[in-house]
């Protein structure tokens, strides 16, 4: 963690910016994926711009929903 704090402290300092700022920006999509892989309805797959794709394999999706969800549940949904 400490090497984190540097490495953010030193992006803070070169672009002028809040640390407070580029933290906010350099963790949160690891906190929407939480978020969405921790949601039992949205299935979609989930892609981390130069980091990677995060999906669910078919062999597992069937045991992934619960019975009373229907398949147009699951579908895109606006994130609010």
Do not use: C, Q, W
Request: glycine share 4%; no cysteine.
């Amino acid at each position: 963690m400490l090497r984190e704090e540097e490495i953010i402290r030193e992006i803070a300092k070169r672009k002028g910016m809040d640390t407070r700022v580029v933290s906010m920006v350099a963790r949160y999509p690891f906190h929407f994926l939480k978020d969405v892989i921790a949601s039992p309805t949205d299935l979609r797959p989930v892609r981390l711009k130069y980091f990677g794709l995060f999906v669910l394999k078919t062999r597992y999706y069937k045991g992934m929903v619960p019975k009373n969800i229907t398949k147009a549940e699951t579908k895109l949904k606006p994130i609010t």
